[in-house]
C-alpha cells in the first residue's frame, strides 16, 4: 500500500469521529418537524446517499443526517433549523461536482433531492418544470415524447447542479448555457424564506447571480426551463459522432481545434476535445463533432467546418444521423464512483494563436510525466469545450449571466483527471504538479473560468464579467455570510 493511501485512510477514520454538535441539534430539530422518513442518520437509504456521490473524495465523507426532502416547505424546515443552530451543511442533486466537499459534509447536513424528481412540460408556455432530483438523462427521456428537451448536460448521469455552475450541452451553441434557459426559480434563502425570482421581478439581481453563481446564493427547489425543439427519437436533424485518434495525430488534433475555436462561429455546429493520457502510457485524442442539418439535405458533415479534423489520420470514426437523445448518449453513464477526480479550468479566446495550445500541450505533457510514477491515475486528460459567441450572445437576450462572458467566443479547458479505482485523493506530488501546470496555463485576461469544471481553489468568481456585482449580491441575500462559513463551495464572495 503506497504511504498516502494509508494517510489518507487514517485521516478519513479520524475525520469520521468528529462531531459537529451543531449540525446534531438541526438534525433532531429538523426529524422533529419532518418525521423520520424524511430525515435519516443510519439504515440503508441514509447509507445509499451518504456513499451516492460520483467523486470519491465526496462519497468518503459521512453527514451527521441527510435530509431527503418531497417539497419546497421541507427544505425550507431545514434550512430554518441549519441557520439557527449554526451547522454545516451541503446540497447534492445529482452528486457529479469534482469539487470536494461541494456537495456533501463530513458531520454536517446533507440536503439530498433524490426523492424531488417531478417533471412535466407545458405546451402554451413552452417551458419544462422540474425539480433538482432528475439527471439530465432522465429528463431529457421524460421530454422525448413531446419532442422537446432541457439544455441540460453533454453526459446522462449528471445533474441539474450543472445548471447554477452555467451548464454547457450540446445545445449550447445555438441557445446559450443551461441557466440561460431558466425562466423561473424557486429560491429557499438562508434563513428558509421561500422566494420566486425571475429575469424582471423584485428578485432579478438573485435570478441572474444563480444563473452562474453556484451553490451560494440559496437552494432552487425548482426549475422552470425553456424548452428547446429537438424532435422525437424518430427525427434525427444531427449528423455526428465520435472520432477517435491515435498518439502519432494527438499534435494534428490540437492545431485543429485552434483552428476550430478560431474560425468556426456556426450556433449549428458543436464539438468538444478530449485529449486523454490513458493508463499512464498512451496519449489519444477523442473528439465529439455534431451539426444541426434541420433545414437542409445534408448527410454528411460540412467540410468548411470540420474538415480538417476529418482529414486526420484516426483510429476509429463513428459519424452517423442521429437524434437529439443518440447526441445525448454519445457519452455514456461512465463508471459510477468508486475513484476520485479533479477539474481545473482553464481559458483561450479566439484570438489566441495555435502556438498557446501547443504551449499547453507541453506543459501538460510536464504534468502527466509528474503523476505517471504515483501509480494514483486511472487517467488525466485536458479537454477543451469551444463557446462560440453566438452562445453568449444567446444568453444576452434572455438577460445576461452571472458569467458575464465578452462577445468573440472562447474555448473553455478542463483538466480533468480520474484516480484509479479506491484512491480517493491524487498524491501531494501530484497535485503540486497540477497547480503548477494551471499556473503555467495561459489565461486570455477578461475571459472567464467555468464553474462545474475548475479546481475548488480557483476563484472562478473573479474571473466573472461582473465579479463586483456577485459580491454584492451575495452580501444582500447573506449578510452574516453563513453560506460561506457553514458550506463548501467556490471561494471568492
Ligand atoms: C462525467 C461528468 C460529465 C460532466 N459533463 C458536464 C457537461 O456536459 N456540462 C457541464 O456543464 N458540466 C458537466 N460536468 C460537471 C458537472 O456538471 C458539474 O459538476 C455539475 O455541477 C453537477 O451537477 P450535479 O447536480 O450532478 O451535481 P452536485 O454535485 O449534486 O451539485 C453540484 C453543485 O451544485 C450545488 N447544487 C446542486 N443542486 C443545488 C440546488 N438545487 N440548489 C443549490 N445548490 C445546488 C451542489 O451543492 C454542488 O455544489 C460533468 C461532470 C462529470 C463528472
Ligand atoms: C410530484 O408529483 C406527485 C405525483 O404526481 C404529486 O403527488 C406531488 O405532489 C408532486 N410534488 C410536488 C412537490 O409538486
Ligand atoms: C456552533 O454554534 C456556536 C454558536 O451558536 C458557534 O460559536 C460555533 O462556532 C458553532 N460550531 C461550529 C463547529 O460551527
Ligand atoms: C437547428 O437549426 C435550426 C435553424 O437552422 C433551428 O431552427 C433549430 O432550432 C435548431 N435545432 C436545435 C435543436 O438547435
Ligand atoms: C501544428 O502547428 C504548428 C504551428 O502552428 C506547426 O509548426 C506544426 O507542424 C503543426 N503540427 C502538425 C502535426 O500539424
Ligand atoms: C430537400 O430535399 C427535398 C426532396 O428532394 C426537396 O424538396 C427540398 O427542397 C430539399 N430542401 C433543401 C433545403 O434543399
Ligand atoms: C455509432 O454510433 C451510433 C449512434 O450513437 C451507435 O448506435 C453505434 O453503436 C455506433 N457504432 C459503433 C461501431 O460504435
Ligand atoms: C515540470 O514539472 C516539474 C515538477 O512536476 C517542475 O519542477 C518543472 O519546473 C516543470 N517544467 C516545466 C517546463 O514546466
Known amino acids: 500500500m503506497k504511504v498516502y493511501t494509508l494517510i489518507q485512510m487514517l485521516l478519513s477514520a479520524t475525520l469520521s469521529f468528529a462531531q459537529d454538535q451543531n449540525a446534531t441539534m438541526a438534525c433532531s430539530s429538523i426529524e422533529n418537524l419532518l418525521g423520520p422518513t424524511k430525515v435519516q442518520s443510519s439504515g440503508l437509504q441514509f447509507e445509499a446517499g451518504a456513499t451516492g456521490a460520483w467523486n470519491l473524495a465526496n462519497a468518503q465523507l459521512r453527514p451527521a443526517c441527510i435530509v431527503f426532502p418531497l417539497e419546497t416547505s421541507d427544505v425550507q424546515v431545514a434550512m430554518k433549523s441549519i441557520f439557527k443552530s449554526n451547522a454545516r451543511y451541503a446540497v447534492q442533486a445529482g452528486g457529479h461536482s469534482a469539487m470536494e466537499g461541494w456537495d456533501n459534509s463530513q458531520g454536517g447536513v446533507l440536503i439530498l433531492f433524490s426523492q424531488m424528481n417531478n417533471i412535466s412540460y407545458n405546451q402554451e408556455t413552452n417551458t419544462i418544470s422540474m425539480e433538482p432530483g432528475l439527471t439530465w438523462g432522465e429528463a431529457t427521456n421524460a421530454m422525448e415524447p413531446f419532442g422537446v428537451a432541457p439544455v441540460g448536460g453533454r453526459a446522462s448521469a449528471v445533474g441539474t447542479g450543472l445548471l447554477l455552475g452555467g451548464g454547457i450541452s450540446f445545445l449550447s451553441p445555438a441557445h446559450g448555457f443551461g441557466a440561460d434557459n431558466i425562466k423561473c426559480l424557486d429560491v429557499v434563502l438562508v434563513d428558509g424564506t421561500l422566494v420566486v425570482a425571475t429575469v424582471d421581478n423584485e428578485y432579478a439581481d438573485l435570478f441572474r447571480a444563480l444563473k452562474g453563481g453556484g ?234 473560468f467555468f464553474m462545474n469544471e475548475c479546481d475548488k481553489r480557483q476563484n472562478v468568481y473573479e474571473t466573472y464579467g461582473d465579479y463586483e456585482f456577485m459580491k454584492k449580491t451575495y452580501m444582500k441575500y447573506d449578510p452574516t455570510r453563513f453560506i460561506v462559513e457553514h458550506m463548501s463551495g467556490p471561494p471568492g464572495l
Do not use: C
Not at 235 to 256: H, L, M, Q, R
Not at 263 to 273: F, I, K, N, W
Not at 331 to 348: I, K
Open 215 to 448: 451553490s451560494r446564493y440559496g437552494i432552487v427547489t425548482k426549475y422552470e426551463l425553456y424548452a428547446v425543439h429537438t424532435g422525437t427519437s424518430a427525427d434525427k436533424p444531427w449528423i455526428g459522432g465520435t472520432i477517435v485518434y491515435p498518439s502519432s495525430s494527438v499534435e494534428a488534433v490540437i492545431n485543429a481545434t485552434a483552428h476550430y475555436v478560431q474560425t468556426v462561429g456556426d450556433p449549428r455546429a458543436v464539438s468538444l476535445v478530449n485529449v486523454i493520457i490513458s493508463g499512464e502510457i498512451t496519449a489519444m485524442a477523442q473528439v465529439e463533432l455534431f451539426y444541426n442539418v434541420t433545414d437542409t439535405n445534408t448527410t454528411t458533415l460540412p467540410s468548411s467546418i470540420f474538415g480538417e479534423l476529418l482529414s486526420i489520420p484516426a483510429s476509429s470514426t463513428n459519424i452517423t444521423q442521429l437524434s437529439y437523445l443518440e447526441v445525448l448518449n454519445t457519452n455514456p453513464a461512465g463508471n459510477n464512483s468508486g475513484s476520485g477526480e479533479t477539474f481545473g479550468a482553464g481559458v483561450f479566446s479566439t484570438a489566441e494563436s495555435t502556438q498557446v495550445y501547443l504551449d499547453a500541450r507541453a506543459h501538460w505533457d510536464n504534468f502527466t510525466q509528474a503523476v505517471a510514477g504515483t501509480g494514483a491515475y486511472f487517467f488525466t486528460s485536458l479537454i477543451f469545450t469551444p463557446i462560440p459567441s453566438s452562445q453568449v450572445e444567446a444568453g444576452r437576450a434572455r438577460g445576461g449571466n452571472a458569467i458575464h462572458a465578452p462577445l468573440g467566443g472562447y474555448v473553455a479547458l478542463n483538466l480533468g483527471d480520474q484516480l484509479t479505482l479506491g484512491v480517493a485523493q491524487p498524491p501531494p506530488e501530484a497535485d503540486e504538479a497540477k497547480l503548477l501546470f494551471l499556473n503555467q496555463l495561459h489565461r486570455s485576461p477578461g475571459f472567464p
